[in-house]
């Protein structure tokens, strides 16, 4: 039998740098979190307590609609030849739109509404004048600050057709945050979250990234608490009842370990093999777990990414 000559697999080019545009303006009448009245962005240590009133929780849902909102409206512009910037433009206009502050614009300097982290990008992202092209694949990360509490979540879009890796990576990803969305319930450690992710990403031979973890929100951006993505078996933290975080696992293709960009901003694999991210704000009920951002019709973007990628449900 004649030996197969392998074909060289197909390299897409590296993600350059764009031009970042200015930040977009912010009406008077937005509430805005308190490092965004500060001129470098710092939201100080964080004192917020772990666990949420229900009041507190309230906030927290119509924030998480309104970002779960937004973020499906951003996918829907995710073609061939938009630019990041664009993204942000539709994510910035959406945002104020829903009487909401957009969370990451003056974030520690952050300048732009939302996160766009395309392709070898892990995350934090900077929309810029870079048009998404036909095969590319980018996370869209939206938090919004609304009655007093922000709502953080992020889904991957495919650019047109993608190839058969990308797709594998980015319904692993998918899969891996809805595992770890379903061992949380009151008295479960934390650790068990990081477990869960790796069963998922372990079989898959996909990397999971270490720098980067979940974390609590609520009145704050990033409260105290870490949810990393990986198994530390010294994490036995228990969940408690009305504590709210988010899990939003970093998967690559290749090797997970990450370099910045000289912005000092956006992650890349070091290898640069491609990575994937999906996001949620949860809250821990008395006997699992509530999704805060999702739509008040129980809708979020990450069934549009499902639907773009085939095979799903087959595995
Ligand atoms: N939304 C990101 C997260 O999931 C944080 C973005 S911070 C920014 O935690 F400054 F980069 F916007
Ligand atoms: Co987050
Ligand atoms: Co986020």
């Not at 951006?221 to 939003?248: C, K, W």
Request: charged fraction near 20%; proline fraction near 8%; include cysteine.
């Amino acid at each position: 039998m004649a030996k197969r000559k392998r074909r060289p697999r197909q390299r897409a080019a590296s993600v350059q740098p764009g031009i970042v545009g200015p930040p977009r303006p912010v009406p008077r009448g937005i509430v805005r979190p308190a490092y965004a009245r500060d001129a470098r962005g710092e939201p100080g240590p964080s004192r917020m307590a772990p666990v949420r009133s229900t009041g507190e929780i309230e906030a927290m849902r119509r924030a998480g609609a309104a970002a779960a909102e937004v973020l499906m409206i951003a996918g829907r512009h995710v073609t061939p030849g938009t630019t990041t910037d664009a993204i942000d433009a539709v994510v910035h206009a959406e945002v104020l739109d829903r009487g909401a502050y957009p969370s990451p614009l003056g974030y520690r300097t952050f300048p732009k509404s939302v996160c766009t982290s395309v392709n070898e990008v892990i995350c934090h992202g900077i929309p810029d004048s870079r048009p998404l092209a036909a095969g590319d694949i980018v996370n869209i990360d939206v938090t919004v600050y609304l009655d007093g509490v922000h709502g953080d979540t992020s889904a991957m879009f495919c650019v047109g057709e993608v190839d058969a890796e990308s797709e594998r990576l980015v319904r692993g990803t998918l899969r891996a945050l809805e595992a770890a969305i379903g061992v949380v319930a009151p008295g479960v450690p934390v650790s068990a979250i990081g477990e869960a992710i790796e069963g998922v990403a372990r079989p898959l031979r996909l990397g999971v990234v270490r720098e980067f973890v979940g974390h609590g929100v609520g009145p704050d951006f990033h409260g105290s608490l870490q949810i990393p993505h990986y198994y530390d078996p010294r994490n036995s933290v228990p969940l408690a009842e009305g504590m709210t975080f988010t899990i939003e696992p970093m998967l690559t293709l290749g090797g997970p370990q990450v370099d910045l960009w000289s912005d000092g901003w956006t992650a890349v694999t070091a290898d640069r093999s491609r990575s994937a991210q999906f996001e949620h704000t949860l809250a821990v009920t008395s006997d699992g777990a509530e999704v805060l951002t999702t739509t008040s019709g129980g809708r979020c973007a990450h069934e549009l990414s499902a639907a773009s990628v085939p095979g799903r449900g087959s595995g």
